[in-house]
């Protein structure tokens, strides 16, 4: 949406139209000053709101820079570049290593073609193509060479699907803005109720109606909270700022507290729970094996070397490094440094086999003299064959998978038992092979490669990050499910799933393709702790989401592609890659994890949580606030007007905005409990029974009752009684002036109050949340403006209290401690009988 439209919805929402409301009524109410105050709160808070959260939802923009500018195309038997948007179906494309590919294309030709189509499908490994066989726009040439036919352009790719889906999606109210509406709406009717009951009173107290209108409006606009909305999006900035500080990036600010309400995250593997990083960690030999360990690609690393019976520690290492060198020989892809860091050049895996064979050079491998020489014949992967080979100095080297080697070689029966144990690892596994030939241009494949003497087995892993098993242990402390959803392979993510303990013993694997088609029957499979589902494509993670969606869960969705777009969209909480993922994924997520590691989601989860709980620590601040406002109109209709009003409507206005403002800001910065991921995730309302009960049974009496005595008291010294009528102008000001401070100081202890709902306040300690000691400062320092500068003291009809009655001002702070206290003891009492978490 346009800027403009974003502003415009940050003026126009319910709480802002009311306020709105207030505004031009408090002006109806000959109450300029308060009128335009208010509307000052909504431009400030709106142009805020806006700021934070002005990032335009450019997904569907984002996805032309995934097709490139230009491309190889034969025309009329002539090599040309034209601009990729000039390609139209049924032209010929030549594709090479490194180029992106620009439309929907089927193979005609393929020498060694290997494309990276993770951006769409999710699979982590470069898949290699034959002919007949199709790849899609937006993806990478890894590996070889090929000419390929055009099927698709435009608006009919696979990518054009994908951001229909995308831009299809509108995400669902936030659980925070469907709190925050039911709340606002209750606060509304609550508000206008009672200025209409006021009005009612007015008129049987003889009040004449226009006087008795104002009157109620001025009560309806006192029972505004006008500082709650401001408050709300600081406190989500404040959020923000933390988890950025933990490297979640929040896009919006809802968001923060929408993780705290997650019930289910569905998790990609690739870079969230795993690395990115293939790495070998086992050679096995005839000899026996040789362990590595290392740190990604980096050439550094130790060995070990578990010699078979009969064998040494020597001849291992030159097996080890003989199957090493054959794996690399057949490989383009290495090891580099880029940026100061080890990363993949080409495939993962060959580069992790280069990484192989510099860990073993320190032990005494060589480098051997085939690794400086041009292969004389190189016969590239094919997907059928599924091994490749080359022939170097007359020698013919081959790996590939074990199923296709293993069987072409003479002496492979003792591999077998190893290559189960590897498997059952959950690593992947690479046979290599090599056999002395005759170089020939007319042989085939086939024909060489046959009779091969086995080398040894590769085993290959994508290593957890080590956050990852506790990062989801505490998911599921804090009540959170978490399932796998990916586009690996089955067994590679439920590997994967087993090692991180995201698997459960009885956590079924499914595989997107045989997802069933019912809704309802997919929802029972997929709300179980630890599912693992597989082969995912796009519109798959869609349904997924919406799914868990419709059982009533609030699903956070992490991903980093392409076809990752539309689900991030449609979940509560979209979570994308900030270190590997696309701009399409981060553009459309709510959150952007700058580490791409899941504990940062955990991390998160705990903020949000925390901001859930501060939200319903100022909520009770402000309401506490409100029924000492409301006080004095109740004792005035009660006493048929005996008793003057204690308060008038600017003073309201100061005390929700000019005194209030900062403590609330300060409970809303409240850093998380030590037990806030060890209970379930918040489902109960904003306003819930704990949060009233609070409110009007223990803080709002307290504090009313010593801002009502502390006003009689000071009407009494000045000489007035019951039914003497109005009372002098100064003599009504300086008690008012009591009620005030009266409130201010018992809102100073009701902001330690609500730091805690279980702690008394001498428990918490002051240095967990430092600006509350500062905002209790500036507090101090608004009421001896509103009270002690005579100017600002007139505005508000109020002047300095007498000195008899500052003992009864001043004791409204024990008061609200003393009723707080109390009530916390009566709670850890009935917990000691019936144990639960407290918040």
């Known amino acids: 949406p346009p800027w403009w439209r974003q502003l415009l919805g940050q ?74 948007a000039e390609l139209v179906v049924g032209d010929l494309v030549a594709l090479a290593a490194g180029d992106r590919i620009s439309a929907d294309l089927t193979v005609r030709e393929a020498h060694g073609l290997a494309v990276d189509t993770s951006l769409l499908t999710g699979e982590s490994v470069p898949g290699r193509l034959d002919v007949g066989e199709g790849t899609f726009a937006g993806s990478f040439v890894v590996e070889g060479e090929a000419l390929a036919v055009v099927s698709a352009v435009g608006d009919h790719t696979r990518l054009a699907d994908i951001a229909a889906l995308t ?35 007015a008129l049987v107290l003889g009040t004449d109606a226009g006087d008795g209108f104002l009157f109620a409006v001025g009560v309806t606009v006192a029972l505004v909270p006008e500082g709650l909305l401001p408050t709300v999006t600081l406190s989500l900035a404040v959020g923000a700022q933390r988890m950025a500080d933990r490297h979640a990036l929040v896009r919006r600010l809802e968001s923060v507290e929408t993780l705290g309400s997650t019930t289910f995250i569905c998790t990609d593997k690739t870079g969230t729970l795993t690395r990115n990083q ?21 050439p550094t690393g130790s060995v070990t070397l578990v010699p078979d019976p009969g064998s040494d520690d020597e001849v291992l290492l030159a097996r080890a490094g003989e199957a090493a060198w054959a794996a690399r020989l057949c490989s383009t892809g290495r090891a580099v440094v880029h940026d100061g860091a080890w990363v993949a050049e080409g495939d993962p895996m060959e580069a992790a086999i280069d990484a192989l064979a510099a860990r073993l050079a320190p032990h005494g491998v060589p480098r051997p003299a ?80 046959r009779d091969l003497e086995l080398l040894g087995l590769l085993g290959l892993e994508d290593p957890p990050r080590p956050a990852a098993a506790d990062s989801l242990a505490r998911c599921r402390t804090a ?7 990916t586009g690996d ?42 599912v693992v589902v597989a082969r995912v494509t796009p519109e798959d993670k869609l349904r997924i989401a919406q799914t868990l969606q419709a059982r009533g869960h609030v699903v956070a969705m992490t991903g980093d592609g392409v076809n990752d777009g539309p689900a991030l969209q449609q979940a509560d909480i979209g979570i994308a890659m900030g270190a590997s993922g696309t701009d399409v994924a981060r553009e459309a997520a709510d959150l952007v994890l700058l580490d791409d590691d899941f504990a940062t989601v955990v991390a998160a989860v705990e903020q949000g949580r925390a901001t859930f709980a501060n939200l319903r620590r100022f909520l009770t601040y402000h309401l506490t606030d409100n ?10 209709a009660l006493s048929a007007g005996e008793i003057p009003l204690a308060l008038g409507v600017l003073q309201i206005l100061c005390l929700d905005i000019g005194t209030d403002l900062l403590p609330a800001l300060a409970l809303g910065a409240e850093p998380p409990a030590n037990h806030t991921l060890e209970r379930p995730p ?12 609070r409110v009007f049974g223990v803080l709002g009496p307290a504090e009313a009752a010593l801002e009502m005595i502390a006003f009689l008291v000071a009407l009494w010294v000045g000489g007035w009684a019951l039914g003497d009528g109005d009372p002098p102008e100064q003599v009504l000001a300086a008690a008012s002036g009591a009620a005030f401070a009266a409130v201010v100081i018992g809102q100073l202890a009701n902001a330690l109050a609500c730091r805690s709902t279980s702690r008394a306040v001498w428990q918490v300690p002051w240095r967990t949340n430092p600006l509350m000691s500062r905002a209790i400062a500036a507090e101090v320092l608004a009421l001896g403006l509103f009270l002690l500068v005579p100017p600002v003291a007139d505005l508000l009809g109020q002047a300095p209290p007498p000195a008899i009655a500052w003992p009864v001002v001043l004791a409204a702070a024990p008061a609200v401690v003393a009723a707080d206290t109390v009530q916390k003891a009566f709670q850890a009492r009935r917990r000691r009988r019936r144990p639960s978490l407290s918040t």
């Not at 831009?167 to 009717?189: C, M, Y």
């Not at 009540?479 to 959803?485: E, K, L, Q, S, T």
């Open 11 to 84: 003026m126009t929402h319910f709480f802002a139209l009311m306020l709105w409301v207030a505004g031009v009524l408090a002006i109806v109410a000959g109450l300029p000053q308060l009128g335009i105050a208010i509307f000052v709160v909504i431009l400030i808070n709106g142009v805020f709101a806006f700021a934070q959260e002005y990032r335009a939802e450019r997904a569907a923009e984002r996805l032309r820079v995934l097709l490139p500018r230009s491309c190889v195309v034969i025309r009329d038997g002539r090599r040309r570049t034209i601009d990729g």
């Open 167 to 201: 831009r299809g999606r509108r995400r669902p109210p936030s659980p925070l803005a469907r709190e925050l509406h039911r709340t606002v709406r209750l606060i509304s009717r609550i508000a206008i109720g009672t200025g209409v009951v006021f009005f009612g009173l």
């Open 278 to 298: 293939m790495e070998v960690l086992e050679v096995w030999t005839l000899s026996g094996r040789v362990a590595v360990d290392g740190e990604g690609y980096e």
């Open 370 to 449: 085939a690794a400086d020489r041009v292969p004389q014949r190189r016969f590239p992967f094919d997907p059928r064959r599924r091994r490749m080979s080359v022939v170097i100095d007359g020698v013919l080297y081959v790996k590939g998978a074990p199923d296709a080697v293993l069987p072409r070689c003479t002496r492979a029966d003792s591999a077998h038992d190893s290559l189960e144990r590897l498997t059952a690892e959950g690593l992947r596994v690479i046979a290599v092979a090599r056999r002395v030939v005759e170089p020939s241009l007319d042989a085939t494949a086939d024909d060489v490669e």
């Open 479 to 485: 009540g959170i499910r978490v399932a796998m959803v």
């Open 489 to 530: 392979h089955p067994r590679t993510a439920h590997a994967i799933a087993v090692q991180t303990g995201l698997a459960l013993p009885d956590s079924p694997v499914l595989e997107g393709r045989s997802l069933p088609a019912d809704d309802q029957e997919l929802g029972e499979l997929l709300d179980v702790d630890g």
């Open 627 to 636: 029924v000492a406002e409301l006080t004095p109109f109740v004792i005035w």
């Open 682 to 693: 918040p489902t109960g309302p904003l306003l819930d029974r704990a949060v009233l009960r």
